[in-house]
């Protein structure tokens, strides 16, 4: 089901830093989505810094790596994993999820998780459309809220 999101009334969260981690599989499918994340943290007075890294199944590595560094208030990660004829596609989803779940509550940072599991091209497609159902305004939105709930609840 797709969802429209608002961008109005950004809550500002001015000095935080939040990394951007994008799979090189499919980027000019989640490119957009990297670019709209980028613009709605900077409106909310954020700076990013963009990673990119060869498949998804790295991805949580180098949040786990990165959220280690205590340089970032979130991290926000893009990807794409294409269901196939065989098991690898469940096994790729089942480790990256174990991986993020691990880094994130090892240390205590906030990840968001755009990594998309699709069965067609067409779905990504869908998902990172130059319009308000971008999944990329969905994962700032996110990050923004859950930066400034941090920072309320310290």
């Known amino acids: 089901m797709q969802h429209h ?12 830093k939040v990394a951007i981690l994008q799979s090189k599989w499919h980027s000019d499918e989640t ?3 990297v670019e ?17 890294l060869p498949g998804s ?4 590595l180098a949040a786990d790596r990165l959220a280690k560094s205590k340089t ?11 269901k196939g004829e065989t098991y ?7 480790m990256i999820e174990q991986g993020f779940v691990r880094a994130m509550h090892d240390n205590d940072i906030p990840i968001l998780i755009e990594v998309l599991p699709v069965t067609s091209i067409e779905q ?4 990172g459309g130059d319009n308000d159902n971008n999944k990329g305004i969905e994962a700032a939105l ?3 809220e859950i930066i400034k709930w941090r920072r309320e609840n310290p």
């Open 124 to 127: 990504v497609i869908a998902r």
């Open 72 to 82: 970032f208030d979130a991290i926000v990660c893009f990807g794409v994993i294409m």
């Open 57 to 60: 199944l790295e991805l949580p």
């Open 5 to 16: 999101y608002s961008t109005e009334n950004l809550p500002k969260i001015e000095g935080t």
């Open 88 to 94: 690898h596609f469940d096994l790729i989803l089942n």
């Open 31 to 33: 490119n957009l989505m």
């Open 36 to 52: 709209k994340c980028v613009e709605i943290l900077g409106a909310a007075g954020a700076t990013s810094e963009l990673h990119v």
């Open 142 to 144: 996110a990050a923004i």
